[in-house]
């Protein structure tokens, strides 16, 4: 319909300055099933929907460890995000070899940027169609970022990408206070309650122990994933949500409502 | 007609965020004939429905195995399918020399569904043509996984790929539970009645021992095929199922109907 | 005319999971002149139509010895057939070099199966137009196998390809049992006869010694090709074969009609 | 809608001389938020609007060290700019180990510049979509570059880049000579106040001390970075600038207008 | 006019089959001077017309000695034909070098033609728009061989290639008994009176000793060009031929009016 | 508008035998700011319009010292001078190194012309879109040198290159003479006269000391470049140049009008 | 206008066989000033029109030495031409390595044409737009030799290319044997006097010691070059030519109006 000359070519500036194919590789993020990471002053928690192909399939993980203390949430396409995660492990490994302690996050983090940025300008290669949230802890604290297909990163206290990752996005916002200074549990309950709010616009979908994984890593505690069975307290303790929202975030989470989400 | 200028260059992502080439390798994927695998907590099978290029050729196999531990059913361009399994069995051979030991099924399938990944993305080549049901077992038991020419790769409990194979995947899905826990026989005959509904839409074509082979492979039991006589006795335990299905999928295989088809 | 956008790239799939190029150069295959490959229990067979391009040239030999166990038949581009023929003969040579035996006829068939498949693949380049008709002998008995441009391949109990093959492929499906169970000769006389098919459409060409061709290996018969004279004996013992052909084929080569022009 | 021949090709001169992909690049360079450098004879600033990409990230460096004596300051698309950013600390790093001695400004900015011209001409990649302003002190006291995605690059006495920045151009020319003859904390009004006009036509936009930054370079003063608090003096300086400008600059810093902006 | 969209890429199948580059690099070999060879049980011949660019310039010479045993006469673009000379060349001192005998003819002509088909397919370049007709002899007795563009290559009796070849192609076939039993000088004759044959449609043209030279390689007679003098009395033997051509090719010479052209 | 399909292929001939980029890369140097360039049996001058990219940097130098006995003048992009001039240093040292002594003029000039050829036929690159006026002394004496981007050089008495330079042109062809007898201040003079009638056409602009820049070398004299106040006083020896030129030029500079300008 | 789908690629054949750029690459031949070479039975001499690209330059000189036996004219793009003059002194002195003595002058001729051939056929580069008229003197004589883009090379007696060229040709061939037959000095009066052809249709053009030189190579004389006053004996020699020829060509030089011209 409405052709443009210049979003085939992943090496070409559109007289606008835009390089289009990053633009339909963020696309490709959008799609995939939401994930959710958050941090506060102690712990980083990631949560997503896992992806479901089939019924005859188990549910597709979408967080991976990559070393003792640092772990992703991917969103987009998974196969371009499992290189990534082993460009990342190897990195982990690497720092491991040659420095005798962990990588920092934040080189972590800015490697695998930098990669996903020769894609398109160096390598001419179509870009990564993946998003990341890699959460860690290293000598700093704990740490949440996210990249991009073009290689952008960021550093941040909450995000949410991939299907109707808006509204989580939007819950996030309103509690970002609490987020930042949750303790670890209250972290875990904010990241699902914020990752529930992607199911509120689909019917009959429902956030379940069998349909969503969190992550935790914090400071003195190792990364680890919690399914299934593992999830089920934590969900409990945002089951009572019936009432949509409507009342304004506070810094403190004993106003009613919220307490309904959040019951912290 | 819907001429689409996305489609034709294997590293362009559409506005949508879609790589048509990899959507459009599927289906070469769909119009293989049928194979099916399933699961259970002690063996994985295999089957497939053989492909005859003519009266004058022998049917084409389309199962192979690749370790003592480990085999494949493929469909779509068989020529492709064949150059990852020469990848996959030297995959399993490095293993066993670097650490003297089966490969685990999970690892094997990483590696070749990244190598998929790469065509479409470092290598700019076009994607394999092809499906992959890898069926092994190893110290964590049995396994089934389906690669596509995404790079995607999925573990499972059961699944049906090529042509027809929607009818396969019902059936299956209204037996998950019996393929779950199915002994070794009974998963051979689960597995050929599900192959055998690939047939129920196409007159006079029927499921004999000439057009089909099975491979089984268990805990404590290695990869194997039957083929011709071997597996007429399986086909004759699924043969009494004239009537279509109508009645609900139980559980328990006691019930009539099932029983006619599956006779377990 | 009709414009089709997959058909030039070699390395593209069109929507339906096609890749043109293979399909057009199988069309390069079909113009060849015909040859014909037939196997019994004991004796590979491969028959050809000398390609006579001016009456200034003898005519073009299409059937290549390969090694002492295994020759091919070739259709198509001769050009590409003799590129395929030297990897062929090279690989017979390096096995026989490293295991002091011959080549297993299966084993050389994938290897140059495979070579196909990598020039659309890996190697980006036009397919090979030629299709090839392997005879071998090997410890498993005699093999007739069959490769194309896609870089499948079929093992075989007859087949036919080039210009009006077709006629031939009837001839030889209606004849498949008395194929399975030829002497040597015999197998011989069939091949010529399902050769002499192609002719049947072309006003006044006829099957002579001059413009034809047999080749045969057997258990314990090394590959060696007849031509002129040597063939003319099989060429009479098929000659009283004026009516065209309207009986059934038996299993049993002692009907008339089939006599007439089996002479079996 | 304009269609142009010649601006989707890298390495394509247009009838006009011009290459158009370079000026395209530049149009990347003016949509990232504003960079602002100033250098006298003593000092060296650089001064940005920090990049928001959500309320839950925090705000986006854009002011970088690349050694002790010398930072960058970006503009544009910022993994382009991670990427000049890591040649140059390497050309620092290596310049020190070969020649113990910190790499001469002007030196680095010729590098990078030549890195940039490869881009087009050697390497025929896409330019990098990124403007740089390089703040350094050397034996030839300060100095302060801009480089542009065509690989020129200039000297300056102050410079701004990115949204809006033509208003700061500007506010420099008219106090350049202020700008020449500032001491440290002048210098660093100066550019917080010239920064502060690309805010100007933004409604309810305000530089506060949590969205921009900026950096200083001496002699004898190593590289340094403020933000948030340390950068409050400053902007509390510069405050009382609620008029529009109106006056003719004057060389001297007397003039009441001036120095309600710049209260030097 | 009529645009085709296979024939401007020099690897891509039509969707007949062919491939339109070496179709049109064949027309190229139409276009060159007439060639003429020639084979009988003792010698092979090689006959041309030197092709005049201009008054200034002497006759280009066609014919080329390649070894003792061997030379070639080329038609079409002569820097090509030049190139593969240069290979053949090579081919037979490497044979020297290794074997220390000459290489046979039939193995020097496959690896010129192999080397032609890997321009249009493994090396995608465009294929040498030259024939050539190979004069030889080996152990087996007298050769010719003819290579066209496509990298075919053909055993023969007599060809001629290029301008008009046609009439010198319908003399030859119409003398092809007496060819095939000639002895030299009468070998020369035949193929000088073909090459007359091309001259019959241009008005004033005449084939004289200036503008031609014939090659003669024989057993126990080495290849030798003989040109101007050497060849008038070739062209004497042949020149009392003013009627046109009415009578029947017999096997013996001795008929009148073939006598008139051949002078036997 | 005039869509022309031979301009965006570097490497590819019009039908008028014109390689479009060549020339369309000449427009690019003619957009530069003006050079000139002189010489006289004893000395070689250039002169500049230094390049003032905006009032905030100072103005672009324009000449640059390649070696003690040779320095460039450059029109065009920039940043490909600066790679054009590193690579002419380059030649400088290591002929330095190889033969110790100076690197011949019209050798130096002869190796950067053949780095420019390149560009457009063995490279496929785009061409470097730059003019330069090589100026340097050898064991023959001064010599000045224009290279153009198609790779051609020419070794000239004067030229000018750049924005307006025809009038620069026009003034030095009729003071050629003068030219070649100068010495070596008249030599300057005349080089910055001609300099000064680029900017005749122009409103409001006008030579000064500040945005010119003149360089010498002479025999026993190493290369120097002269600014600012460097400057001024050559400038005041041509100031009195009020009137339009309309004399005739004279070989000797006594004549009122020329003395005007050129006050030798 | 009339677009031409082959005449872009410099790899592609037309469907008449020819090249296209091969041919406009001709054109650039034609585009350049005149040569003109000439061999008698003892000498070679070449003269050309030196190229006047401005008032401000030297003469361009057309003739280079390539060895003390042989030399070159060249005409077209003098970048390239440079090129090819390296690659054959280059060849010459690795001759004189490798055998101690000169490279004969058809062996040289080849190499710079294989090189030309190589451009459009192996390395796909655009052809060099630049004619060479190549004289020496080896152990056979003295030899002229031209070569094209295409890469074809002729012998002459003599030949003119350049603008204008056909006329100078027309001259040549009319004193044909007056070239072949003449003495050193008679040599290069005929080759001045077709030379002067050339500006026969450009009024007021005339051919003086100025823009012209020649070039002598003969047995026991080494290649030498002649400029200005050098050849102006030459050009007083052939002075008294004011009327136009109209006589006829006569093998001696007797003849009076040749005399007029060539005053031998």
New interface residues.
Partial sequence: ML?N?????????????????IE????????GSAVVGARSGTHAVLACVKRS??????H?RKIFELDTHVGVAVS?????A??LS?FMRNECLQHRFAYESAVPVGRLV?HV??Y??????????????VGLLVAGVDELGPHLF?TCP??????????ALGARSQSA?TY??RH?EEVKQAKRDELIRLALAALRETFAAVRDAELTEHNCMVAVVGIEEPFRVYEDAQVAGFLEAIRPAPEPEGGSATGAPSASEERMEDTS
């Fill in positions: 052709r000359q210049y979003d085939t070519d992943i090496t070409t500036f559109s007289p606008q300055g835009r390089i289009h194919q339909y590789a963020s696309e490709a993020v959008k799609q192909v089939s019924d005859l399939a188990s597709q987009g396409i998974i196969a371009d499992r290189v082993k800015r940027a930098d996903c940025q020769r894609c398109t300008q160096r390598a001419s290669k179509r870009p990564f169609g996210e073009s290689g952008d990163e960021y550093e941040l206290w909450a995000m996005k996030l916002e970002l």
